[in-house]
């Protein structure tokens, strides 16, 4: 049974909704993806340099994950980065990538038994576009039971990577309890947890370190790393009464984590949303976007903070009503970001972004895709790259397949006019 207003999307009304108008600085950038048929879960990662897309593709056998490079404003034809039979692709928990110094690192989910939702993740690296390295488990346990919604941050020392981890989620007979959560069915009464760990440039991967013993099933992760080296994680909390807030932590996996602080939104649901939040640094300041329902008012809320103190400014709405989610941010500035979300308007859905500022400032609001509120369409994902904003989404084609859509716009098209 699915649950929360953010998978399912909100009841749909048939009148007059706001006009959604042409915007001529957003256009479609072609890649070699395109020529790809059956393509779905795309990502977007830049190191500032180059800008890397990945994908994955599917046929009645293989699952294959593969990436593009854009340089001097041409993609690279796509590289293979890992392939398998046995893999489990879904709309919300989807491979991760990152760069870091010519290292790349990629992740993706491979079935560790025939439950639906028994899967592990992998991990493995590349040197500066050479081979990939034979793939390795990221958590160091055997149960069988479900491991994902990975994010990685860049750090010094290679990469930091955080988890939702099932393992005390089994029963006795090893099999999981009927529990309840939005498209991630059978979770038993042991709760998830979060963890994570360092893989460092050679692909050597560090103790686990336990971030929280209890958290949503099946929420994604969000990680980044700031100036001075602290990792900064963002993921939704779940307490015993079921209220399933965003929680942010910082410290490392050698030293620790500090105290949750919380976004005090006090949603209670019995179910998993599947809609975790987004977080981005800048210098040693951070921005953190989230949906909730908290009050029975779905909406997409963001708050700053700085990264010594982790005191939140309080929520800004950022959606002009009945929200599905989906968030994204890239922070600008100190006191600044631009915030991504699905926002259905009359029968349609799009993704809606706006710059705003911790004191409330906003500047325009753009459409900048139409996309669907079914999984199919899974999540959107926003990057800066250079002076430009690029936005991957998913579309759903006749016949039950589906295509990857690349936007892309000015940043300056985002900032308010003064």
């Not at 500032?48 to 046929?59: F, P, Q, S």
């Not at 440039?201 to 013993?213: M, N, Q, V, Y």
């Not at 929200?323 to 308007?345: F, H, I, K, M, N």
Request: proline letters at 5%; one cysteine or more; a negative charge.
């Amino acid at each position: 049974m699915l649950v929360g207003f953010s998978c399912q999307g909100p009841n749909r009304q048939s009148g007059p909704a706001e006009v959604v108008s042409s915007w001529e600085s957003n256009i479609a950038v072609p890649g070699p993806w395109q020529s790809h048929e059956n393509v779905t879960t795309p990502n977007l990662f830049s190191d500032g340099t180059n800008l890397y897309l990945t994908w994955i593709k599917r046929d009645s056998v293989l699952s294959t994950l593969y990436y593009s490079r854009l340089g001097q404003n041409t993609w690279s034809d796509p590289q293979r980065i890992a392939q398998g039979e046995d893999w489990f692709v879904n709309w919300a928990d989807f491979p991760q990538f990152s760069a870091n110094k010519g290292t790349l690192m990629a992740t993706f989910l491979k079935k560790s038994d025939s439950g639906t939702y028994t899967y592990d993740i992998y991990y493995t690296l590349s040197q500066t576009d050479k081979t990939w390295g034979l793939p390795q488990k990221l958590h160091r346990d055997s149960a069988k039971a479900e491991h994902g919604f990975v994010s990685i941050a860049p750090t010094k020392k290679g990469f930091v990577v955080s988890w939702l981890d099932g393992r005390n989620t089994l029963v006795s007979n090893n099999q999981s309890s009927g529990g309840s959560s939005a498209g991630h069915q059978g979770h038993a009464a042991g709760a998830m947890s979060i963890r994570s760990a360092l893989v460092d440039f050679e692909g050597t991967l560090s103790p686990e370190s336990l971030i929280d013993e209890r958290v949503c099933d099946c929420c994604q992760t969000a990680i980044a790393v700031d100036e001075r080296g602290y990792t900064l994680v963002a993921y939704r909390d779940r307490s015993a009464e079921e209220i399933r807030d965003i929680s942010l932590k910082k410290g490392s996996p050698e030293s620790g984590w500090s105290n949750p602080v919380s976004t005090k939104d006090h949603w209670g649901i019995a179910g998993c949303p599947v809609n975790g939040p987004s977080i981005d640094v800048f210098r040693n300041h951070l921005a953190l976007a989230w949906f909730t329902a908290g009050q029975d008012k779905p909406r997409v809320q963001v708050a700053f903070s700085g990264t010594d103190t982790l005191q939140l400014t309080p929520g800004m709405r950022m959606d002009s009503g009945e929200a599905v989610g989906r968030v994204d941010v890239v922070q600008l500035s100190e006191d600044s970001a631009v915030v991504s979300w699905l926002e259905p308007q009359g029968l349609e859905d799009y993704v809606r972004a706006q710059w705003v500022n911790d004191r409330g400032q906003k500047g325009p609001l753009r459409t900048v895709s139409q996309t669907e509120s079914s999984r199919a369409s899974g999540f959107p994902r926003l990057v800066r790259h250079g002076d430009r904003f690029y936005l991957a989404t998913t579309r759903g084609v006749p016949g039950g397949a589906s295509k990857i859509t690349l936007t892309s716009w000015p940043l300056s098209d985002m900032l308010p006019a003064d």
